[in-house]
């Protein structure tokens, strides 16, 4: 069965630094990896995604992830943090049948100013 | 970009009656829908997939009597929680797609949070 690992439940970072959370998944074949978003109160928005091809994945809002598959880890990285980043961010793997995600726990991001 | 609309965005109810969420696609046609329920501090916990026209497909664990899920239409699938009970207030979230492919793009909804009294 496949699951998702986040091993950070929260991280701080001051505005401006850079930032990197952690993701590790368990998947009998090649995953297709996700980060989303969510705001409080809100629904997920999709950062980024891979599927194939280059590891190092770009996305919205200045984000990025790197794949590795000898490690199992899809980190996502940001080298400079701005306080509306404050949220929670989840990652995901799939397919399941029927593109079905499973998504980690997530993690708290808080940004002091 | 497409959009789902959920509504209602926060529902209180009292122990025992029944509350109907409805998940819509704004913009485009969704064959697939998904139901999540999410706990505090929790990740989401998939509830069941929903397809148009269909019965809906549950996870382990999922009353389906008491998850009551229909997707009557390519825009529009509800999920009533009947007869509720304190333990059922949580934040739950829908998500709908073109199709089930796996490259298919999941739009989520904005969520409503039940609370049971």
């Known amino acids: 069965a496949q699951s998702v690992t986040q091993p950070d439940i929260h991280i701080t970072v001051s505005e401006g630094a850079s930032l990197e959370l952690r993701c590790n998944y368990s998947y009998g074949a090649t995953p297709y990896l996700f980060w989303y978003v969510q705001s409080p109160g809100q629904g997920l928005q999709l950062l980024l995604k891979?599927?194939?091809?280059?590891?190092l994945v770009q996305g919205i809002k200045g984000f990025e992830a790197e794949f590795k598959r000898s490690q199992s880890s899809f980190n996502l990285r940001k080298p400079s943090v701005h306080w509306s980043d404050a949220a929670e961010y989840f990652c995901?793997?799939?397919?399941?049948?029927?593109?079905?995600?499973?998504f980690g726990t997530g993690t708290q991001l808080k940004v002091e100013l | 970009g497409a959009v789902v609309s959920q509504h209602p965005s926060r529902v209180i109810c009292k122990s025992g009656t029944s509350v109907k969420i409805e998940c819509r696609s704004l913009d485009f046609q969704a064959t697939t829908m998904f139901w999540y329920r999410q706990f505090p501090k929790k990740s989401l916990m998939l509830m069941a997939t929903?397809?148009?026209?269909?019965?809906?497909?549950?996870e382990q664990g999922v009353e389906k009597d008491k998850f009551l899920i229909n997707h009557a239409s390519l825009t529009l699938s509800t999920l009533t929680v009947t007869s509720a009970h304190p333990e059922d207030s949580s934040f739950y979230i829908c998500?709908?797609?073109?199709?089930?492919?796996?490259?298919?793009?999941?739009?989520f909804g904005n969520g409503t949070r039940l609370t049971v009294t």
């Open positions: 891979y599927f194939s091809g280059d590891t």
């Open positions: 995901a793997v799939g397919p399941g049948v029927g593109n079905i995600l499973t």
């Open positions: 929903s397809n148009e026209g269909s019965k809906a497909t549950y």
């Open positions: 998500s709908a797609s073109e199709d089930a492919s796996y490259n298919s793009p999941l739009h």
